[in-house]
């Protein structure tokens, strides 16, 4: 049954086979990357809300890691996007004074702007809900197998709250680099009002932000949604199309990957899973400098490394990050063909 409307069971979009369920996070050594579990990807889609889920998931394997969204902190563009949110939504309902949770909070930095702003803010790194007046709730649903549950519980103890999610709009008429195995469901903005509607909430307003990417909603316990009744979306996924395309044009290149996260991730497992094509992935987290991303075991380089690694192309999964990564480049002195698989 489809855990947005509960009202038809899925029907098969998409088979990725097995991915890396310790996408996002990095490994010692190649062996050890080599060896981190892989969990198989079926996509199957809802056709009455057009919600898409991944039938083969296993929760056994993978859990909620609120760090997911903490790495991406690490980008200034990322970081004035959601701290301009949280600035947005204080401004919007006179939240100062008033007591602000964050939900699978992962990094303090909205915690600490809200803080600054007047709020009586908190957050948890799961998705333990206690008494507040409003809760953000920012990447977490796609996360659960049950989503209901938790917006259900937000609502037995708060009156507003601000959603938001990966569009599927995005990650299933893309490339799909997003589309990674600790993603149990891909929300469009039918099957999100669906899912809201079911748990109580009134949708004050929806919407799609940072290059349409992703999909957000600013929610009332009471009151009617404003949203008009909106129809199911169709995918036709290029997932094959794009991979294919990637094996043929590296080749003969001296090219790396920007951004070790989920994305990167996926790029190298779908596209080099034998780790030949690449030289490496760069990446800004310290953390992550000098390991390996899971299964395919491509090594994470500082973009200090490469003037002398001096590569010809530099391949980029998220294109809101371009004009960033151009400059930081620029800033190194070099001038790499720039391209956004």
């Known amino acids: 049954m489809c855990p947005a409307c509960a009202l038809t069971s899925l029907t098969p979009l998409a088979d990725l086979g097995g991915m890396p369920v310790a996408c996002g996070n990095t490994f010692p050594t190649p062996v050890h990357a080599r060896l981190s579990p892989r969990g198989q990807?079926?996509?199957?889609?809802?056709?009455?809300?057009?919600?898409?889920?991944?039938?083969?998931?296993?929760?056994?394997?993978?859990?909620?890691?609120?760090?997911?969204?903490?790495?991406?902190?690490h980008s200034p563009t990322y970081t004035e996007y959601a701290t301009g949110v949280v600035?947005?939504?204080?401004?919007?309902?006179?939240?100062?004074?008033?007591?602000?949770?964050?939900?699978?909070?992962?990094a303090p930095v909205l915690v600490d702007r809200l803080v600054s702003l007047g709020c009586q803010a908190s957050g948890v790194p799961d998705t333990t809900v206690s008494a507040s007046d409003f809760v953000l709730a920012r990447f977490v649903l796609e996360h659960l197998a049950d989503p209901f549950a938790l917006l259900r519980d937000i609502r037995k103890h708060a009156t507003h709250a601000f959603i938001e999610v990966p569009d599927a709009g995005y990650?299933?008429?893309?490339?799909g680099w997003d589309c990674i195995y600790p993603h149990v469901g891909y929300f469009s903005a039918a099957s999100l009002s669906a899912l809201l509607a079911?748990?109580?909430w009134a949708v004050l307003e929806m919407g799609t932000a940072f290059n349409d990417q992703?999909?957000?909603?600013?929610?009332?316990?009471?009151?009617?949604?404003?949203?008009?009744?909106l129809s199911p979306p169709t995918y036709e996924p290029r997932f094959t199309e794009a991979t294919e395309h990637w094996r043929a044009f590296l080749p003969g290149r001296r090219a790396v990957v920007w951004g070790a996260g989920t994305r990167g991730t996926m790029f190298c497992n779908r596209v080099d899973p034998a780790g030949t094509m690449l030289e490496g992935v760069v990446d800004r987290n310290p953390a992550k400098h000098g390991r390996y991303l899971p299964l395919a075991g491509h090594r994470v380089l500082s973009p200090a490394e490469l003037p002398n690694l001096r590569p010809d192309t530099v391949v980029l999964t998220n294109p809101a990050y371009r004009n960033e990564i151009a400059a930081e480049l620029s800033s190194l002195g070099l001038h790499p063909e720039i391209l956004v698989a």
Do not use: I
Not at 87 to 106: H, P
Not at 171 to 175: S, V
Not at 214 to 229: F, I, M, P, Q, R
């Open 171 to 175: 990650d299933l008429t893309t490339a």
């Open 198 to 200: 079911r748990a109580g």
């Open 87 to 106: 600035e947005r939504l204080v401004k919007r309902y006179t939240l100062e004074g008033r007591r602000v949770l964050e939900v699978a909070s992962g």
């Open 214 to 229: 992703y999909l957000w909603a600013e929610v009332s316990s009471t009151g009617l949604s404003n949203l008009d009744s």
């Open 41 to 73: 990807m079926l996509l199957a889609a809802c056709q009455s809300c057009g919600h898409v889920a991944n039938v083969a998931f296993d929760p056994s394997l993978a859990h909620f890691d609120a760090t997911f969204e903490a790495a991406l902190f």
